[in-house]
């Protein structure tokens, strides 16, 4: 580990999430508050349409032109602009407006978050080394998840403005990473690095192709708990949904700090497969908590965190940057973020988004024995991701 460089990448990792959280964490809250709940899954869908225009091509940009650090600060500088403008719009229940702001900040933000991943990798041993600088932006995540709920902002219009300070901070601070040039650059440029084709030839490889249709299933019951967790916290009662939202992400942080340690013992096929079925599990706990709204089994599924997400998403990470020549590297982690939060995200929110407006009709606990449909189809799902995992999982 280059000790050197890890502080900068730890403070990078760190804001990175703060910011997401700040204005993604409970966005579905926020619209529910001031009145737009049945776009939530809409707004979902158009980040997940964002997520599919933008990172390639940016990755592509940052894979041949410019220092990935300079393309990740441009992008949170005009971020925090849009940022400032999302405030009104939702507040003056401007549907249309609301929606475009959503998606423009997509664009913005998502590719960040693989050249993120992308200039951690340059600079680091990858198996033994991101986790524990990965960890710092869950830590970020923790942090301003903690202030929203204790200041009372959870479903506030706040959120926002703080995404949007955060934005500017985080955009001059990337000039000051270790510098990441394009591995590519000077090399003749063809119509195949416009369409990002060197990232996509992955796919020839099975054992990838097994992992990404694995991702964008797993996608449904992701997005049913990123996008509707605070929102079913509210309904039992809870009104400090961000804060809630901590005891998962702090137990993120005590599996991350194993992951390393698990991936060179168990392997990548372990625990993914563990990762998969924690998601069934976790699910299952929510549609009975919606039964007898039982503290025990909201807690637990909240704590299921470390599994659900460290021991799945943050290990396809890793996988890609194993698999990707060096030269496409950028590429290849954005073609992986556009796997899962972009076509994964767009289907996933269509489909729950559906499914929420569906079932869910009634206000308040008189919707509680609704929100045990929603949950048990996404078990549903998960339980068919870990079947299909592990039938194929011989090929990774």
Not at 111 to 120: F, H
Not at 231 to 252: H, K, P, R, Y
Request: aromatic share 14%; glycine share 8%.
């Amino acid at each position: 580990m280059d000790f050197n460089k890890t502080p900068r990448l730890l403070i990078m990792m760190f804001l990175q999430y703060f910011m997401q959280g700040a204005w993604n964490m409970t966005m579905g809250l926020v619209l529910s508050t001031y009145g737009l709940a049945t776009i939530i899954g809409s707004s979902y869908a158009l980040l997940g349409l964002a997520t599919i225009i933008s990172p390639l091509f940016i990755g592509m940009i940052a894979d041949r032109f410019f220092s990935s650090q300079k393309v990740m600060a441009a992008l949170h500088l005009c971020n925090a602009g849009i940022l400032l403008i999302a405030p009104q719009c939702i507040e003056s229940q401007n549907t249309a407006m609301t929606l475009v702001i959503i998606f423009m900040v997509g664009l913005l933000f998502y590719p960040t978050t693989a050249l993120a991943n992308s200039i951690t990798f340059s600079h680091i041993n990858g198996v033994k080394n991101f986790p524990f600088i990965r960890v710092f932006g869950t830590i970020g995540f923790i942090t301003i998840g903690f202030i929203l709920g204790e200041m009372g902002y959870s479903g506030n219009t706040m959120t926002w403005y703080i995404a949007s300070a955060t934005g500017i901070f985080l955009g001059f601070y990337c000039l000051t990473l270790p510098d990441t040039p394009p591995k590519a650059k000077g090399s003749a440029f063809a119509l195949r690095d416009l369409l990002c084709l060197g990232a996509l030839a992955l796919f020839k490889d099975r054992s990838f192709t097994i992992l990404m249709v694995s991702i964008f299933a797993l996608m449904i019951p992701k997005t049913a708990y990123t996008a509707y967790i605070p929102v079913f916290l509210q309904t039992l009662g809870f009104d400090n949904a961000a804060s809630m939202l901590q005891i998962g992400t702090i137990c993120e942080i005590l599996f991350m700090f194993l992951l390393s340690y698990l991936l060179l013992k168990a392997g990548f096929k372990i625990v993914l497969l563990t990762g998969a079925v924690c998601w069934i599990i976790r699910t299952l706990f929510f549609a009975h908590a919606s039964l007898d709204a039982n503290m025990i089994f909201v807690v637990a599924g909240l704590m299921l965190q470390g599994f659900c997400w460290d021991f799945f998403f943050t290990v396809d990470d890793i996988y890609v940057d194993r698999k990707a020549a060096p030269e496409i590297k950028a590429q290849a982690q954005s073609l992986r973020f556009i796997i899962s939060n972009g076509a994964g995200l767009l289907f996933a929110s269509t489909v729950c988004g559906q499914l929420f407006n569906s079932t869910v009709t009634e206000k308040g606990p008189q919707s509680l024995p609704q929100w045990e449909t929603f949950w048990l189809v996404s078990a549903g799902v998960a339980a068919g991701v870990s079947f299909f995992f592990l039938i194929f999982s011989a090929m990774i």
